[in-house]
Protein backbone atom coordinates (compact mmCIF):
# COMPACT_ATOMS: atom_id res chain seq x y z
CA UNK A 1 0.00 0.00 0.00
CA UNK A 2 0.97 3.19 -1.19
CA UNK A 3 0.05 6.76 -1.35
CA UNK A 4 -2.64 7.54 0.51
CA UNK A 5 -5.08 9.27 -2.63
CA UNK A 6 -4.61 5.13 -3.69
CA UNK A 7 -5.15 3.71 -0.78
CA UNK A 8 -8.58 5.80 0.23
CA UNK A 9 -9.84 5.01 -3.51
CA UNK A 10 -9.47 1.72 -3.00
CA UNK A 11 -10.89 1.52 0.76
CA UNK A 12 -14.13 3.89 -0.78
CA UNK A 13 -14.55 1.38 -3.18
CA UNK A 14 -14.53 -1.68 -1.59
CA UNK A 15 -16.60 0.24 1.34
CA UNK A 16 -19.66 1.01 -1.01
CA UNK A 17 -19.34 -2.56 -3.11
CA UNK A 18 -18.12 -5.04 -0.94
CA UNK A 19 -18.03 -4.26 2.82
CA UNK A 20 -16.95 -7.69 4.06
CA UNK A 21 -14.70 -9.01 1.16
CA UNK A 22 -12.55 -11.81 0.75
CA UNK A 23 -8.76 -11.09 0.09
CA UNK A 24 -6.94 -13.75 -1.79
CA UNK A 25 -3.38 -12.74 -2.72
CA UNK A 26 -0.21 -14.77 -3.47
CA UNK A 27 1.66 -13.82 -0.55
CA UNK A 28 -0.66 -13.64 2.45
CA UNK A 29 -3.05 -16.24 3.36
CA UNK A 30 -6.90 -15.61 2.47
CA UNK A 31 -8.38 -13.45 5.03
CA UNK A 32 -11.44 -11.24 5.02
CA UNK A 33 -11.89 -6.98 4.33
CA UNK A 34 -13.87 -4.87 6.57
CA UNK A 35 -14.11 -1.48 5.82
CA UNK A 36 -17.33 0.09 7.45
CA UNK A 37 -16.94 2.28 10.23
CA UNK A 38 -19.90 0.51 12.35
CA UNK A 39 -18.28 -3.40 11.32
CA UNK A 40 -14.99 -2.31 12.07
CA UNK A 41 -16.02 -0.73 15.67
CA UNK A 42 -18.72 -3.84 16.41
CA UNK A 43 -16.29 -6.73 15.62
CA UNK A 44 -13.43 -4.81 17.44
CA UNK A 45 -15.22 -4.80 20.47
CA UNK A 46 -15.94 -8.34 20.15
CA UNK A 47 -13.00 -9.52 22.18
CA UNK A 48 -13.57 -12.88 23.37
CA UNK A 49 -15.70 -14.09 19.54
CA UNK A 50 -12.85 -12.21 17.31
CA UNK A 51 -9.20 -13.05 18.75
CA UNK A 52 -6.16 -11.29 18.70
CA UNK A 53 -4.01 -14.49 18.49
CA UNK A 54 -2.51 -15.97 16.98
CA UNK A 55 -2.17 -14.12 13.74
CA UNK A 56 -2.87 -10.52 14.67
CA UNK A 57 -1.57 -8.51 11.44
CA UNK A 58 -0.69 -9.16 8.18
CA UNK A 59 2.46 -10.18 7.63
CA UNK A 60 3.44 -12.47 4.23
CA UNK A 61 3.16 -16.36 4.54
CA UNK A 62 6.55 -17.11 4.23
CA UNK A 63 7.76 -14.78 7.30
CA UNK A 64 5.06 -16.24 9.06
CA UNK A 65 6.16 -19.98 8.00
CA UNK A 66 9.49 -18.87 9.48
CA UNK A 67 8.00 -17.19 12.80
CA UNK A 68 5.95 -20.49 13.39
CA UNK A 69 8.86 -23.13 12.70
CA UNK A 70 11.14 -20.72 15.42
CA UNK A 71 8.44 -19.49 17.98
CA UNK A 72 5.88 -22.13 17.23
CA UNK A 73 3.01 -19.25 16.66
CA UNK A 74 2.76 -17.21 13.14
CA UNK A 75 3.45 -14.01 15.77
CA UNK A 76 6.84 -15.03 16.78
CA UNK A 77 6.52 -12.17 20.18
CA UNK A 78 3.44 -12.27 22.16
CA UNK A 79 3.28 -9.07 23.32
CA UNK A 80 -0.27 -6.91 24.45
CA UNK A 81 -1.66 -6.85 21.14
CA UNK A 82 -1.36 -10.56 20.05
CA UNK A 83 -2.70 -11.50 23.52
CA UNK A 84 -6.78 -12.55 24.65
CA UNK A 85 -8.17 -12.78 28.07
CA UNK A 86 -7.44 -13.68 30.52
CA UNK A 87 -3.43 -13.40 30.21
CA UNK A 88 -4.21 -9.91 28.26
CA UNK A 89 -6.38 -7.94 30.96
CA UNK A 90 -3.44 -9.30 33.84
CA UNK A 91 -0.72 -8.43 31.67
CA UNK A 92 -2.29 -4.54 30.36
CA UNK A 93 -3.33 -3.95 34.01
CA UNK A 94 0.59 -3.56 34.56
CA UNK A 95 1.42 -0.25 33.01
CA UNK A 96 -2.06 1.08 33.05
CA UNK A 97 -1.68 3.52 35.93
CA UNK A 98 1.23 4.83 33.52
CA UNK A 99 -0.70 5.47 30.72
CA UNK A 100 -3.78 7.10 32.13
CA UNK A 101 -4.73 10.61 31.06
CA UNK A 102 -3.60 11.93 35.04
CA UNK A 103 -0.13 10.22 34.90
CA UNK A 104 0.28 11.35 31.45
CA UNK A 105 -0.60 14.83 32.33
CA UNK A 106 2.33 15.02 34.64
CA UNK A 107 4.60 14.46 31.29
CA UNK A 108 3.44 17.56 29.71
CA UNK A 109 6.61 19.86 30.95
CA UNK A 110 8.80 17.29 29.84
CA UNK A 111 7.05 16.57 26.27
CA UNK A 112 7.00 20.64 25.93
CA UNK A 113 10.54 21.00 26.51
CA UNK A 114 11.58 18.16 24.11
CA UNK A 115 9.21 20.16 21.50
CA UNK A 116 11.16 23.23 21.91
CA UNK A 117 14.38 21.41 21.37
CA UNK A 118 13.14 20.07 17.99
CA UNK A 119 11.30 23.31 16.77
CA UNK A 120 15.09 24.97 18.03
CA UNK A 121 16.89 22.42 15.71
CA UNK A 122 14.40 23.33 12.88
CA UNK A 123 15.67 26.65 13.26
CA UNK A 124 19.14 26.09 13.54
CA UNK A 125 19.34 23.81 10.22
CA UNK A 126 18.50 27.07 8.29
CA UNK A 127 15.22 27.44 6.04
CA UNK A 128 15.09 23.81 5.05
CA UNK A 129 15.05 20.47 6.16
CA UNK A 130 13.58 17.09 5.39
CA UNK A 131 10.59 17.49 8.28
CA UNK A 132 10.10 13.62 8.45
CA UNK A 133 13.86 12.32 8.81
CA UNK A 134 15.12 15.20 10.84
CA UNK A 135 11.97 15.85 13.21
CA UNK A 136 8.73 14.08 12.95
CA UNK A 137 10.82 10.65 13.19
CA UNK A 138 13.21 11.51 15.60
CA UNK A 139 10.82 13.38 18.07
CA UNK A 140 8.77 10.46 19.26
CA UNK A 141 11.54 8.23 19.77
CA UNK A 142 13.33 10.91 22.39
CA UNK A 143 10.00 10.95 24.10
CA UNK A 144 9.25 6.79 24.21
CA UNK A 145 12.83 6.55 25.35
CA UNK A 146 12.81 8.75 27.61
CA UNK A 147 9.35 7.85 29.39
CA UNK A 148 11.33 4.32 29.03
CA UNK A 149 14.06 5.45 30.60
CA UNK A 150 16.78 4.59 28.04
CA UNK A 151 19.47 6.89 27.44
CA UNK A 152 19.88 9.04 24.15
CA UNK A 153 22.42 6.51 22.61
CA UNK A 154 20.19 4.10 22.11
CA UNK A 155 18.06 6.12 19.94
CA UNK A 156 20.22 5.12 16.72
CA UNK A 157 19.58 1.26 18.00
CA UNK A 158 16.04 1.69 18.75
CA UNK A 159 15.15 3.88 14.94
CA UNK A 160 16.87 0.87 13.22
CA UNK A 161 14.96 -1.73 14.61
CA UNK A 162 11.98 -0.40 14.89
CA UNK A 163 12.04 0.87 11.27
CA UNK A 164 13.33 -2.95 10.41
CA UNK A 165 10.05 -4.25 12.42
CA UNK A 166 7.58 -2.36 10.56
CA UNK A 167 9.14 -1.63 7.63
CA UNK A 168 7.08 -4.74 6.73
CA UNK A 169 7.04 -4.58 2.12
CA UNK A 170 9.71 -1.38 1.80
CA UNK A 171 12.67 -2.29 0.59
CA UNK A 172 14.80 0.96 1.79
CA UNK A 173 13.10 -0.42 5.38
CA UNK A 174 13.99 -3.73 5.33
CA UNK A 175 17.09 -5.31 6.45
CA UNK A 176 16.82 -7.86 3.61
CA UNK A 177 14.42 -10.25 1.54
CA UNK A 178 15.13 -13.08 3.60
CA UNK A 179 12.43 -14.45 6.00
CA UNK A 180 15.34 -14.74 8.43
CA UNK A 181 15.79 -10.76 8.27
CA UNK A 182 12.47 -10.80 10.10
CA UNK A 183 13.40 -13.04 13.26
CA UNK A 184 17.04 -11.76 13.21
CA UNK A 185 15.03 -7.90 14.21
CA UNK A 186 13.21 -9.90 16.99
CA UNK A 187 16.13 -11.61 18.49
CA UNK A 188 18.05 -8.27 18.63
CA UNK A 189 15.53 -6.15 19.83
CA UNK A 190 15.07 -8.48 22.80
CA UNK A 191 18.98 -9.30 23.30
CA UNK A 192 18.74 -5.16 23.98
CA UNK A 193 15.62 -4.76 26.34
CA UNK A 194 17.28 -8.49 28.57
CA UNK A 195 20.60 -6.53 29.22
CA UNK A 196 18.09 -2.93 30.54
CA UNK A 197 15.87 -5.66 32.73
CA UNK A 198 18.84 -6.91 34.64
CA UNK A 199 19.88 -3.28 34.79
CA UNK A 200 16.57 -2.02 36.25
CA UNK A 201 16.71 -5.26 38.64
CA UNK A 202 19.78 -4.08 40.19
CA UNK A 203 19.29 -0.64 40.15
CA UNK A 204 15.45 0.77 39.69
CA UNK A 205 14.89 3.98 38.89
CA UNK A 206 11.62 6.48 38.12
CA UNK A 207 11.24 4.90 35.13
CA UNK A 208 8.74 2.27 32.89
CA UNK A 209 11.96 0.04 32.42
CA UNK A 210 12.00 -0.17 35.92
CA UNK A 211 7.97 -1.09 36.51
CA UNK A 212 8.63 -3.63 33.92
CA UNK A 213 11.84 -5.07 35.26
CA UNK A 214 9.77 -5.09 39.10
CA UNK A 215 6.77 -6.26 37.88
CA UNK A 216 4.38 -9.17 39.15
CA UNK A 217 1.72 -11.29 37.20
CA UNK A 218 -0.77 -13.81 39.83
CA UNK A 219 1.85 -13.09 42.92
CA UNK A 220 4.51 -13.75 40.55
CA UNK A 221 7.66 -12.08 38.75
CA UNK A 222 6.97 -11.04 35.33
CA UNK A 223 8.86 -13.66 33.07
CA UNK A 224 11.62 -12.39 30.72
CA UNK A 225 10.48 -13.45 28.02
CA UNK A 226 6.76 -10.95 28.28
CA UNK A 227 9.24 -8.24 29.61
CA UNK A 228 11.21 -7.99 27.01
CA UNK A 229 8.00 -8.43 24.79
CA UNK A 230 6.36 -5.55 26.96
CA UNK A 231 9.39 -3.58 26.59
CA UNK A 232 9.43 -4.30 22.46
CA UNK A 233 5.99 -3.32 21.91
CA UNK A 234 5.75 0.06 24.02
CA UNK A 235 9.30 1.11 21.56
CA UNK A 236 7.66 0.34 18.82
CA UNK A 237 3.95 1.02 19.10
CA UNK A 238 4.83 4.39 21.18
CA UNK A 239 7.15 5.57 18.03
CA UNK A 240 6.67 4.93 14.06
CA UNK A 241 2.57 5.83 14.88
CA UNK A 242 3.18 9.07 16.49
CA UNK A 243 6.20 10.10 13.90
CA UNK A 244 3.59 8.91 11.14
CA UNK A 245 1.22 11.46 12.96
CA UNK A 246 3.08 14.34 13.38
CA UNK A 247 4.74 13.98 9.72
CA UNK A 248 1.34 13.43 8.25
CA UNK A 249 -0.38 16.33 10.13
CA UNK A 250 2.38 18.62 9.17
CA UNK A 251 1.38 17.58 5.76
CA UNK A 252 -2.22 17.85 5.72
CA UNK A 253 -1.74 21.54 7.37
CA UNK A 254 0.30 22.55 4.70
CA UNK A 255 -2.50 21.25 2.04
CA UNK A 256 -5.31 23.21 4.51
CA UNK A 257 -3.48 26.59 5.43
CA UNK A 258 -6.86 27.64 6.59
CA UNK A 259 -6.61 25.07 9.32
CA UNK A 260 -3.50 25.27 10.24
CA UNK A 261 -4.14 29.25 10.61
CA UNK A 262 -6.88 27.94 12.91
CA UNK A 263 -5.01 25.86 15.01
CA UNK A 264 -2.09 28.26 15.01
CA UNK A 265 -4.46 31.03 16.62
CA UNK A 266 -6.81 28.92 18.69
CA UNK A 267 -4.52 26.91 21.93
CA UNK A 268 -8.18 25.65 23.06
CA UNK A 269 -8.75 23.26 20.18
CA UNK A 270 -5.15 21.70 21.13
CA UNK A 271 -6.64 18.17 21.86
CA UNK A 272 -9.47 18.42 18.97
CA UNK A 273 -6.98 19.37 16.54
CA UNK A 274 -4.34 16.36 17.85
CA UNK A 275 -6.85 13.76 17.63
CA UNK A 276 -7.88 15.21 14.21
CA UNK A 277 -5.29 15.00 12.58
CA UNK A 278 -4.70 11.28 14.03
CA UNK A 279 -8.03 10.51 12.34
CA UNK A 280 -6.79 12.25 9.11
CA UNK A 281 -3.20 10.18 9.09
CA UNK A 282 -4.61 6.66 10.71
CA UNK A 283 -0.87 5.04 10.79
CA UNK A 284 -1.96 1.65 12.05
CA UNK A 285 -3.65 0.66 8.75
CA UNK A 286 -5.16 -2.59 10.25
CA UNK A 287 -4.99 -5.01 12.82
CA UNK A 288 -6.58 -8.88 12.15
CA UNK A 289 -8.88 -10.63 14.38
CA UNK A 290 -9.59 -14.41 14.38
CA UNK A 291 -13.15 -15.40 14.25
CA UNK A 292 -13.95 -18.18 17.37
CA UNK A 293 -17.23 -18.74 15.54
CA UNK A 294 -19.12 -18.97 12.19
CA UNK A 295 -20.74 -14.99 11.45
CA UNK A 296 -23.24 -13.93 9.72
CA UNK A 297 -22.50 -10.38 8.06
CA UNK A 298 -23.77 -8.95 4.65
CA UNK A 299 -25.00 -12.03 3.46
CA UNK A 300 -21.65 -13.89 3.50
CA UNK A 301 -20.23 -16.29 6.52
CA UNK A 302 -17.44 -15.49 7.85
CA UNK A 303 -15.94 -18.90 9.36
CA UNK A 304 -14.87 -19.98 12.47
CA UNK A 305 -11.15 -19.72 12.35
CA UNK A 306 -11.02 -16.93 9.35
CA UNK A 307 -9.37 -13.60 9.57
CA UNK A 308 -10.47 -10.48 9.37
CA UNK A 309 -8.62 -7.25 9.02
CA UNK A 310 -10.15 -4.06 10.16
CA UNK A 311 -9.08 -1.35 8.04
CA UNK A 312 -8.93 1.65 10.58
CA UNK A 313 -8.23 4.52 7.74
CA UNK A 314 -11.38 3.11 5.95
CA UNK A 315 -13.20 3.38 9.03
CA UNK A 316 -12.01 7.16 9.34
CA UNK A 317 -13.30 8.16 6.32
CA UNK A 318 -16.58 6.24 6.07
CA UNK A 319 -19.23 9.21 5.20
CA UNK A 320 -22.07 7.24 7.13
CA UNK A 321 -20.61 8.38 10.48
CA UNK A 322 -17.78 11.42 9.54
CA UNK A 323 -19.27 14.57 7.76
CA UNK A 324 -17.40 15.46 5.25
CA UNK A 325 -14.80 12.84 5.88
CA UNK A 326 -12.61 13.37 3.54
CA UNK A 327 -12.06 17.35 4.82
CA UNK A 328 -9.59 17.96 7.34
CA UNK A 329 -11.44 19.74 10.24
CA UNK A 330 -9.56 20.34 13.20
CA UNK A 331 -12.80 21.41 15.26
CA UNK A 332 -14.18 17.66 14.85
CA UNK A 333 -15.99 15.62 18.08
CA UNK A 334 -12.74 13.29 18.71
CA UNK A 335 -14.13 10.81 20.04
CA UNK A 336 -15.51 9.41 17.14
CA UNK A 337 -12.44 8.20 15.50
CA UNK A 338 -10.85 5.05 15.44
CA UNK A 339 -7.02 5.20 15.03
CA UNK A 340 -6.65 3.65 18.30
CA UNK A 341 -8.76 1.12 17.73
CA UNK A 342 -11.87 -0.27 19.89
CA UNK A 343 -12.49 -2.74 22.55
CA UNK A 344 -10.13 -4.08 24.84
CA UNK A 345 -7.38 -3.27 22.77
CA UNK A 346 -7.79 0.20 22.73
CA UNK A 347 -4.32 1.85 22.22
CA UNK A 348 -2.56 1.97 25.57
CA UNK A 349 -0.46 5.26 24.68
CA UNK A 350 -3.72 7.38 23.28
CA UNK A 351 -3.34 10.17 25.60
CA UNK A 352 0.34 10.50 25.25
CA UNK A 353 0.20 10.66 21.37
CA UNK A 354 -2.21 13.31 21.76
CA UNK A 355 -0.17 15.24 24.00
CA UNK A 356 2.54 15.01 21.83
CA UNK A 357 1.18 16.20 19.15
CA UNK A 358 -0.13 19.02 20.86
CA UNK A 359 2.91 19.93 22.20
CA UNK A 360 4.73 19.71 19.04
CA UNK A 361 2.17 21.73 16.63
CA UNK A 362 1.65 23.98 19.96
CA UNK A 363 5.32 25.21 19.73
CA UNK A 364 5.88 24.86 16.14
CA UNK A 365 3.09 26.98 14.60
CA UNK A 366 2.87 29.97 16.33
CA UNK A 367 6.65 30.60 15.20
CA UNK A 368 6.31 29.18 11.94
CA UNK A 369 5.72 32.52 9.31
CA UNK A 370 5.99 30.38 6.25
CA UNK A 371 6.27 26.82 4.95
CA UNK A 372 6.35 25.24 2.08
CA UNK A 373 6.87 21.69 0.05
CA UNK A 374 10.60 21.45 -1.59
CA UNK A 375 9.80 18.17 -3.56
CA UNK A 376 7.55 15.45 -3.63
CA UNK A 377 6.81 13.39 -0.32
CA UNK A 378 7.43 10.10 -0.33
CA UNK A 379 5.29 6.97 1.36
CA UNK A 380 6.79 4.11 2.94
CA UNK A 381 5.46 0.98 0.78
CA UNK A 382 3.47 -1.10 4.45
CA UNK A 383 0.42 -2.12 5.34
CA UNK A 384 0.50 -2.26 8.95
CA UNK A 385 1.85 1.29 9.66
CA UNK A 386 2.09 3.27 7.40
CA UNK A 387 3.54 6.97 6.46
CA UNK A 388 5.61 9.53 5.26
CA UNK A 389 9.44 8.10 4.30
CA UNK A 390 10.57 12.06 3.46
CA UNK A 391 8.87 15.43 3.46
CA UNK A 392 11.61 18.38 2.45
CA UNK A 393 10.11 21.45 3.37
CA UNK A 394 11.08 25.16 2.94
CA UNK A 395 10.32 27.47 5.89
CA UNK A 396 10.87 30.55 7.29
CA UNK A 397 10.73 30.30 11.44
CA UNK A 398 10.73 33.09 14.14
C1 LIG B 1 -2.53 -0.46 20.72
C2 LIG B 1 -2.85 3.02 17.39
C3 LIG B 1 0.47 5.65 19.81
C4 LIG B 1 1.15 1.96 22.82
C5 LIG B 1 -2.93 0.28 19.65
C6 LIG B 1 -4.00 -0.08 18.73
C7 LIG B 1 -4.05 0.88 17.77
C8 LIG B 1 -3.06 1.87 18.10
C9 LIG B 1 -5.00 0.91 16.57
C10 LIG B 1 -4.97 -1.25 18.88
C11 LIG B 1 -4.46 -2.60 18.54
C12 LIG B 1 -5.59 -3.63 18.52
O1 LIG B 1 -6.77 -3.31 18.55
O2 LIG B 1 -5.26 -4.80 18.43
C13 LIG B 1 -1.97 4.03 17.76
C14 LIG B 1 -1.83 5.29 17.06
C15 LIG B 1 -0.90 6.03 17.74
C16 LIG B 1 -0.46 5.23 18.86
C17 LIG B 1 -2.60 5.68 15.81
C18 LIG B 1 -0.35 7.40 17.47
C19 LIG B 1 -0.93 8.32 16.76
C20 LIG B 1 0.91 4.90 20.86
C21 LIG B 1 1.84 5.36 21.85
C22 LIG B 1 2.05 4.32 22.69
C23 LIG B 1 1.23 3.21 22.24
C24 LIG B 1 2.49 6.74 21.93
C25 LIG B 1 2.97 4.39 23.87
C26 LIG B 1 3.66 3.47 24.35
C27 LIG B 1 0.23 0.99 22.49
C28 LIG B 1 0.15 -0.29 23.16
C29 LIG B 1 -0.91 -0.99 22.55
C30 LIG B 1 -1.45 -0.12 21.52
C31 LIG B 1 1.04 -0.76 24.31
C32 LIG B 1 -1.41 -2.39 22.87
C33 LIG B 1 -2.63 -2.31 23.75
C34 LIG B 1 -3.32 -3.65 23.96
O3 LIG B 1 -3.24 -4.51 23.09
O4 LIG B 1 -3.93 -3.81 25.01
N1 LIG B 1 -2.40 1.49 19.25
N2 LIG B 1 -1.12 4.03 18.83
N3 LIG B 1 0.54 3.60 21.13
N4 LIG B 1 -0.74 1.06 21.52
FE1 LIG B 1 -1.00 2.59 20.25
Given at each position: ???????????D?????????R???????PF???????????IG?Q????L???R?I??P?A????L?A???T????????????P?????RK???????????ET????????????V?????M??EC???????L?????????????????????????????????????R????TA????L?E??????E????R????Q????????N?????????????????????S??????????????KA??????QL????????I??????E??????????M???????????????R???????????A?????????????D??R????QL?F??????C???????????C?????????????F??????????????????????Q??
Amino acid sequence: MGDERSMYALFDHLRSTDPLSRVEHPDYRPFWSLTRYDDIRHIGSQNDSFLSAPRTILIPSAFEEALLAQFGTSNGLETLIHMDRPKHLKMRKVTREWFLPRSIETLQAEVELLAKEFVDRMQEMGDECDFVKDIALLFPLRIILSILGLPREAEGTMLRLTQEMFGGQDPELQRGDSETAGLEVLNEFGAYFAEVIEDRKRNPQDDLATVLANAEVDGEPMNMLDQASYFIITASAGHDTTSAAIGGGMKALLEHPEQLALWRDTPAIDDRAAREVIRWVSPVRHMVRTATADTDLHGKTIRAGDNVALWYPAANRDPAVFEAPNSLDLQRDPKTQLAFGYGSHMCLGQHLAALELRCFFRELLPRLKSMEFNGDPEWIKAIFVGGLRSMPVRYQLG
